[in-house]
């Protein structure tokens, strides 16, 4: 919505966060937007608003305060069981035009993919999708969205100046996990779904359960990578091995999955999974911009490379020049041996 006026701007408060809910259960990334949202809001002297839509997930709401909601809006109704982007859309317009939130943070899952532009596009304001950094501008207040751009080439802030709510999606693992205040408390506001939200959308008919994925590399807290040195499906079995020894996961850089080696659910990078492991194993990967973007918050990186002036190596906190295909069999071979890294 359009700012008329600076009594118009001031009408806008708040930093608002969307809390994801799935068959009652609420998304990890809901508690990461919402370490986030209290740092904004510190910053911009306000509260920390929460809106969940779903079904179901009222013994989450302790969860919610805890990792940072002053504020929870909540929409309650079996109606919502099924994620329907349209019905979700007008309830959530319905919201924002009541309450008039200045900043809106919603997660970059599929869910807020589908959902968020939809919003942004009805209420008429700006989106600045995958966002790495967010931070308020000490001068003018506004929210400065970092995000990268041309191909991962350069890092764009991107302000929202004449446009209320300023709205933004992150990844999942971008932003750190807060620590939960367990018994913080705050107010819960319950709304409904009106009949005008319900008029002319989509119904829901069936709902079909979603199969496993093969690899939640969000999940594991040692990743073993592969890039093009891997030459083919064959190098990628020499990793699965290698993981397994370590209760890793595998990953990939996208020119092992271009080249169809691996799946492209085991991509990590801008067009990929973003992780932030306790350990990333990286073997021959060179570490261009676009996959760094998806690693680089990991918390111990090693990197194996026959040339020690990459990207990569020069990130890493262990550097092993030498060839990956002599040096990780003799590391399966010792860690068989019950030895450890
Ligand atoms: C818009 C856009 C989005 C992109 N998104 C992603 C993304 O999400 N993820 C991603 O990964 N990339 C992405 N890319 C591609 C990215 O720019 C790089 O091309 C890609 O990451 C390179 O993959 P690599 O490091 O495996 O290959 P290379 O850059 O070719 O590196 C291979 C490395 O292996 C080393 N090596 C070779 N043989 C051996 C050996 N025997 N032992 C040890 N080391 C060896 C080499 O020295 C080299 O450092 C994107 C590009 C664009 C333009």
Redesign the pocket.
Known sequence: MKIIDEFDRRSYRNVWTVSECAGGDIHPVSYELLGKARELAAAGGCEVWTVVLGSGFSEHLDALYAYGADVIVAVDDARMRAFNDELECHVLERLVEKYRPEIVLCAATSRGRALIPRLASRIHTGLTADCTGLAIDPDSGNLLQTRPAF??NIMATIKCTDYRPQMATVRPKVMPMPSPEPGRTGRLIRESILASDTLNIKEILQTVERREPTVNLSEARIIVAG???MKGPDGFRLLEAFAKQLGGAVGA????VDNGWIAYPH??????ATVQTDVYIA??????I??LV?MQSCKTIVA????DT?PMMKLADVSVK????EIIPELIKELNKGGSL
Not at 283 to 288: K, L, P, T, V
Not at 322 to 325: A, E, P, Q, T, V
């Open positions: 191909g991962g890039g093009r040195a850089s996208r020119a092992a991509q990590i990078g801008q067009t990929g073997c021959g990967i060179s570490g261009q676009q996959h998806g194996i490379d026959i040339d990459t030498g060839d990956l295909f």
